[in-house]
């Protein structure tokens, strides 16, 4: 490989990185990575996007093929035994006092959301974040997976069901205490 | 889903978004990464060039052996012919002296007589065997004490700076994102400590203005805002001051 070719490999990684760099980070995040962990598994997907610039068909679309190595990576990072901090932490982050800012606001929905995800299934909680969160369609969502369409269609139908009902039921529970509290 | 579902959604995508320092950190490490990876197939080269040269080096010894071997053959070979004959003669004389019944011990003494010649004293073993078995030796030991290629010290040691960096940067952040602003401002303190000059001051400088808003404290959020500004006034964060708080 000459140094020309390298640079070209280099700068074509850095156009997929710019683009996609947000969409790898949150999957990892969605993975159960936290902080640091989810910043060395970037830089592995990465790696491993690079190594293998030469096996993209270019049929299927980039999200799909990005996300399967992020999987990969993700898991690897799992079993290797990196714990998945935050999860631990719900139960502090949400009862601890909360400042009126928007920037609070924006922590507590992750943790919620997190703690609303938690209930799903593993296979429907990772249509339900790919379609609803990534915004990738079903049939993206179904070559990321390798799962029939049909089936991310039910998946995806009973995942937006149940986080619907039990939001419901967590903002019951919230009014509730505050009622409480008064 | 109700629209507030899709509210929630949209904060919770927002909030676990890179922040644009850790997407500029993480694609600096992979672009050194990949800018690594040549030289490490380079080096593999380099091994295994040097495995064959070793093997080279081995059949290059294995032939000289086989050039000097034949002499020592021949030597042993003459040997083994004399006491080969010794043998028939031996036998000659015995069944010589089985035949005539008679024990004569002037046929003794002249049978035995050439045993003595294989105790003649061995010959020097050959001095090729012994050159060949000494180079090979000192070059593996020269090759050993080389160096292995590194890099210069002063480069890993500000790589090693500005991971540490890196990484009180990431658990500042990583603190403010699980609501423990308090924590993330002894981060900060920790790293102004242990790196006055560090390449991050500006990033945690702006994480401990977050903090204090996180805290909701309004007169330290306001002066270390204030300080932030005169210390960096030409940083390009400056922009992301407002954010921290009144977004």
Redesign the interface.
């Known amino acids: 490989m000459t140094h020309g070719s390298d640079d070209r490999r280099l700068d074509d990684l850095g156009l997929i990185y710019r683009e996609h760099h947000a969409f790898v980070w949150r999957s990892l995040h969605h993975f159960g990575l936290r902080g640091d962990e989810i910043s060395d598994a970037i830089q592995e997907v990465f790696i491993v996007v690079h190594r293998k610039f030469d096996e993209y068909d270019g049929h299927t679309p980039i999200r799909s093929w990005l996300y399967g190595i992020a999987r990969r990576v993700g898991s690897d990072h799992r079993k290797r035994g990196q714990r998945r901090a935050a999860r631990l932490q719900w139960g502090t982050r949400l009862d601890e006092n909360p400042t009126k800012t928007n920037a609070f606001e924006r922590v507590n929905a992750a943790a919620m959301v997190d703690r609303l995800l938690e209930v799903l299934d593993d296979d429907k909680r990772e249509v339900f974040v790919l379609s609803e969160v990534e915004g990738m369609t079903a049939p993206e969502i179904a070559q990321a997976l390798g799962v029939n369409l049909n089936t991310i269609y039910a998946r995806l139908r009973a995942a937006r069901l149940r986080f619907q009902r039990e939001l419901e039921r967590l903002d019951l529970e919230d009014r509730k205490s505050r009622a409480w509290t008064r | ?2 629209e ?3 509210n ?2 949209r ?8 922040e644009p320092q ?2 500029e ?3 600096a ?3 050194e ?3 690594q ?2 030289k490490v197939e380079r080096w593999r080269w380099s091994r295994s060039s040097m495995l064959v040269g070793g093997v080279v080096a081995m059949a290059l010894a294995a032939s000289l052996l086989l050039i000097v071997q034949p002499n020592e053959l021949l030597q042993s070979r003459e040997s083994t012919a004399t006491e080969l004959s010794l043998d028939a003669s031996e036998r000659e004389a015995a069944l010589r002296a089985t035949e005539s019944r008679h024990v004569d011990p002037n046929v003794q003494t002249v049978e035995v007589s050439p045993v003595e010649v294989p105790t003649v004293p061995p010959p020097e073993p050959p001095k090729p065997i012994e050159h060949a078995s000494e180079k090979a030796p000192t070059k593996s030991k020269a090759h050993r004490s080389e160096p292995m290629p590194s890099t210069p010290e002063p480069a890993e040691d500000l790589l090693g700076k500005i991971q540490a960096e ?2 009180l940067l ?2 500042a ?2 603190e403010l ?4 602003p308090r924590r993330t401002i002894a981060l900060v303190r920790e790293h102004a400590n242990a790196f006055p000059r560090g390449t991050m001051r500006e990033e945690m400088e702006l994480l401990e203005v ?1 903090a204090w ?4 404290d309004e007169a330290h959020w306001a002066s270390a805002r204030q300080q932030f500004e005169q210390r960096h006034p030409s940083s390009p964060l400056r922009a992301h001051l407002l954010d ?2 009144e ?1």
Not at chain 2, 11 to 18: E, K, L
Not at chain 2, 177 to 180: D, E, L, S
Request: aromatic share 4%.
């Open positions: 889903m109700n507030n579902a899709r929630l959604l904060q919770y995508r927002a909030s676990i978004s890179p850790d997407s950190m993480a694609w490490a992979i672009a990464r990949v800018r990876q040549p890196g990484r990431h658990e952040r990583a994102t699980a609501g423990r977050r808003c996180a805290l909701g921290a708080c977004r």
